[in-house]
């Protein structure tokens, strides 16, 4: 009698199962997910969000006062930790969102890429995968201008021209600059205010 023995090459190869949004929104339906929970699609893959810390909420906050909504008024929503669709497989909740103006105030539906100005992430510890990750699907949705607010190196970030999974085109702001969205180059808004610290 023989015994064949598989060889490694034969193994199976654990399959990756990925969520599509309709999915993700059926967990939350089936109470498997609650408004509570601090979850994001990314490439399929439910991604748990650390807790908010001090210095982020302050970023946030910050960037919030900051911008002048008298010259955003009837041009831009500015948009707080909510949802953008960025395709079947991807909806994260970025810490901030400029988007087109509309007078439903996306009522009907999340904001899809074309609807985004400018997308904004407030990084301490989630600075590499805010950089990598995240970038890297705003690129593929082709998101115009995405700003790392980088806790770590007390800067902006601003990443423009999206070309397949990356930006062509990053500039970084410190200390007693200044930073502009490319939307709005008259808005200037000082990255002390910002980064703080």
């Not at 041009?75 to 439903?104: C, F, G, H, K, T």
């Not at 601003?158 to 410190?174: D, H, K, W």
């Amino acid at each position: 009698m023989t015994t064949q023995v598989a060889s490694p090459a034969a193994a199976a190869v654990p399959a990756r199962r990925r969520f599509t949004v309709a999915e993700y929104y059926s967990m939350a339906d089936a109470g498997i997910l609650s408004e509570n929970d601090r979850v994001e699609l990314l490439d399929g893959d439910l991604i748990v969000m650390p807790p908010i810390g001090n210095w982020h909420a302050f970023s946030v906050n910050s960037i919030v006062v900051v911008f002048p909504s008298t010259l955003l008024e009837n041009r831009a929503i500015l948009s707080v930790q909510n949802p953008v669709r960025l395709d079947n497989y991807n909806e994260p909740q970025p810490d901030i969102m400029l988007l087109q103006w509309r007078d439903d105030f996306y009522r009907n539906g999340h904001p899809a890429p074309g609807d985004v100005l400018l997308l904004i992430e407030a990084a301490d510890s989630s600075v590499e995968f805010d950089r990598t990750v995240k970038l890297q699907a705003y690129a593929r949705a082709g998101i115009p201008e995405v700003w790392i607010v980088s806790r770590p190196e007390l800067r902006i970030e601003a990443y423009t021209e999206p070309a397949g999974n990356e930006y062509t085109t990053v500039r970084y702001f410190g200390p007693s600059e200044t930073v502009a969205p490319q939307a709005f180059p008259n808005i200037t808004l000082a990255v002390d205010r910002i980064i703080g610290d």
